[in-house]
C-alpha cells in the first residue's frame, strides 16, 4: 500500500482525467451552436445516441473530491509535536518486539515438533528395516552404537548344538570386527 501523500497524488491525477473526459465527453456529444449571419444549412447534423454523460461525470468529480478531502484530513498536522511522534514510535517499537517474541517462541515450537516428527520418521523406518531382514538389524546397530557388545548364535541343521561367538566392536567400521 502507498504513503497517503502518493495515494493523494493518484487521486488528484484521477480526478484531472475525469474533468478532461467530461470536456471531451462534452464536445463530442454537443450540438454545435448557430452563429448570427453564418448557416450551414447544408450540412446534416449527426445523431449520436445521447446517454447522460453529465450526471455520470458529475457523480465521478464529487466523489474524487470527497476522496481528496478525506485524504488529506488524513495527514499529519502541523501542531502534532515531536514529543507525540516520539510516543507513537515507541508504541510501535514495542509492538514489534512483542510480535518478534512471540515469532521467536512460534520458531522453537516448530523446531521441537520437527524434531519429534523427525524421531518418528526415524523409528517408523527403523521398524519397517527390522521387519524387512532381521539380520540388517545387527549391523545398524553396529553402526549406531560401535562400542556395543553383541552375541550371534548360530545354528546348524547337521547338529543341535548352538555355537556362541561373541563380537566385540573396536571401531566404528563393519570390516575391523574382532572374534
Known sequence: MADRLTQLQDTINQQAEHFCNSVGILQQYSTPSKFPGFD???TPQPHQPQ???AALFATLIARCAKDIDTLIESLPSEESSQELQVASLSRLEQENQEAGKQLEEVVRQGEALLQRIQA???D???SQ????NPAST???NINLNPTMTFKQENLSSTNS????NVHQLSSSSPSSINQ
Open 161 to 164: 548344538v548352538p555355537s556362541n
Open 120 to 122: 518418528a520418521l526415524q
Open 40 to 42: 450551414r444549412i447544408g
Open 129 to 132: 528395516l527390522d521387519m524387512q
Open 51 to 53: 446517454e447522460d454523460y
Open 124 to 126: 517408523i523406518a527403523q
Open 138 to 140: 545387527a549391523v545398524l
